[in-house]
């Protein structure tokens, strides 16, 4: 199983960047997926997670710090999960991973997934 993010990259604070983790190897279709991030010298932090339940209805939750700027988002037919982030501001710099669990529940710890992406770097300047 593979877990490629991309997307990160260089933005004003104020601005917008979309985050793609594309799957591979398995179909995370019912499983929680989710974005964590992880800023220098801090503990990997919860963002937001996702799942569908029975494919037509899905279930999101945020990180109070990111509640109503950022959206998860998936398309289980491409295998994928997307973050958009908007109203970016500095303390959103940070290195973002995306994750999977072999299981709906909802968690908020990095170590209940199993599966991680690469991580793609997010800086927001001031």
């Known amino acids: 199983v593979q877990l490629q993010a991309s997307g990160g990259g260089l933005v004003q604070a104020g601005g917008s960047l979309r985050l793609s983790c594309v799957v591979s190897?398995?179909?995370?279709?019912?499983?929680?997926m989710g974005w964590f991030r992880q800023a220098p010298g801090k503990e990997r932090e919860f963002v937001a997670v996702?799942?569908?339940?029975?494919?037509?209805?899905?279930?999101?939750d945020y990180a109070e710090s990111v509640k109503g700027r950022f959206t998860i988002s998936r398309d289980n037919a491409k295998n994928a999960v997307y973050l958009q982030m908007n109203s970016l501001k500095p303390e959103d710099t940070a290195v973002y991973y995306c994750?999977?669990?072999?299981?709906?529940?909802?968690?908020?710890?990095?170590?209940?997934?199993?599966?991680w992406g690469q991580g793609t770097q997010v800086t927001v300047s001031s």
């Open positions: 190897g398995r179909a995370f279709s019912n499983d929680a």
């Open positions: 996702i799942r569908w339940s029975l494919g037509t209805t899905y279930y999101d």
């Open positions: 994750a999977a669990r072999e299981s709906p529940t909802f968690f908020y710890t990095p170590e209940k997934y199993n599966y």
